[in-house]
Structures are given as structure tokens and as C-alpha cells.
């Protein structure tokens, strides 16, 4: 599958090389694509090139600039991303990552669906950190990633790029249920820096066998 990364930091470059091992095509959506390149030169199934050309050429776009620039970032591409499936891994953080800045009634999702009226929104892979992902078995058991959505078709594809990643995929039903896997993401926050209980753990939905 062709899918776009828009952002190159930390979690971005992770996801783009575990989905380029689950052989898809990655191009990374960059501000500056000639400085960026050398990051990636390793890679031949990995190209990058303008946020604007990267959301073009894709299938599914994948959101991962951090928060305070991701509408701006939206809004100025949503010509490009008309139609298609746009995954959304932000966490509206402060800058100071001790709180989330919207929540309660909204979420990042659904602010960046408001903008992208004509897209597929799916909230996916915002509940584990970059350091973790490369390694998504835990303790022997398969980590989780929880996605939600309101376009049926559109969770499918997600939920198969989830699983080519190596991780089980758990349906968390409507897009505004972002706002409480936004929130369990900033409990994985709270407990792993400010409860000091490290950052080798993730959630999961246990059903009673």
C-alpha cells in the first residue's frame, strides 16, 4: 500500500519503517524534503518529498506532526487528502506534555475531521511511544492498538495496516471515542513519568474466556 507519513520525527520515522518492513511504500511528508532525505537513504522503499506532493501520491495518510501545528498542516493540504483515508496519531499535548489541551467533549480527531470534511478520519496508533513500537510483543502477549472511527471501510484498511505492524488491532467504535483514547494516552503519560513506573507497558482489552 502507498501511505503517506506526514512528519518526520521520532514516531513518525518508527511507524514508516515498521510499515516499510510489512512491505508498503512510504513517502514522508517533510517542510524541508532535501535535508530530511539522508534520514531515510537506507531505505529504498521510503521517499520524501512536500507534505502537500506526499498526501497526493498516497492512499492513506498517516497525521504525525506534533499537535500545535496539525491544523494548520491540515487545512493547508486538505485538497490532497479530498477523499482519502487519513489516519490521525496526534495527542493535543501541551507543550509540556503534563496535560492534554482539548478534551471532554472534543478531540484532535474530530477537530482535524471538522477540517477535513471530505476525508475518512481514523483515530490509530496515538497510545504507545516511539520507543515502544518497534517491539510490539509485551511480556509474551501481543500489544494492542485501539482505532475508531465512523467509516466502516475505512477501519478495515486501518485495522490491516495496524496488523501488518505485528500488533493485534481493537475497534474502539465511533471517531468521538478519540477523545477517551486521548486521554488513555495521556494516562500512559502520567503513569510512566510523573508515577515514575517506566515506559515498558501498554493497555489492552482482556475479555473473560
Not at 506526514?6 to 517533510?30: N, Q
Request: hydrophobic letters at 45%; aromatic letters at 8%.
Amino acid at each position: 500500500m502507498n501511505i503517506a507519513i506526514l512528519g518526520t520525527g521520532k514516531m513518525g520515522t518508527v511507524v514508516g519503517k515498521r510499515l516499510v518492513a510489512a512491505d508498503h511504500t512510504i513517502v514522508f511528508g517533510s517542510r524541508d524534503p532535501k535535508s530530511t532525505r539522508h534520514k531515510y537513504a537506507d531505505f529504498p522503499n521510503i521517499s520524501v518529498r512536500s507534505y502537500s506532493e506526499a498526501a497526493k501520491d498516497s492512499e492513506l495518510s498517516i497525521i504525525a506532526v506534533p499537535w500545535a501545528f496539525t491544523l494548520a498542516l491540515v487545512d493547508s493540504i486538505a485538497t490532497e487528502l479530498d477523499g482519502k483515508i487519513v489516519v490521525d496519531l496526534t495527542n493535543p499535548l501541551a507543550a509540556d506534555i503534563s496535560h492534554l489541551v482539548v478534551g471532554g467533549t472534543n478531540s484532535a480527531a474530530e477537530q482535524i475531521a471538522r477540517i477535513l470534511v471530505n476525508s475518512k478520519i481514523v483515530k490509530a496508533f496515538n497510545g504507545i511511544t516511539a520507543d515502544n513500537f518497534l517491539t510490539p510483543n509485551f511480556s509474551g502477549d501481543v500489544a494492542q492498538i485501539f482505532y475508531c472511527g465512523d467509516d466502516a471501510e475505512s477501519k478495515k484498511v486501518v485495522r490491516r495496516v495496524i496488523e501488518s505492524c505485528g500488533y493485534e488491532a481493537q475497534d474502539c467504535g465511533a471517531l468521538t471515542n478519540a477523545r477517551y483514547l486521548e486521554g488513555i494516552a495521556m494516562l500512559w503519560l502520567q503513569l510512566a513519568f510523573w508515577e515514575d513506573r517506566g515506559s515498558d507497558f501498554s493497555f489492552r482489552i482482556a475479555r473473560r474466556q
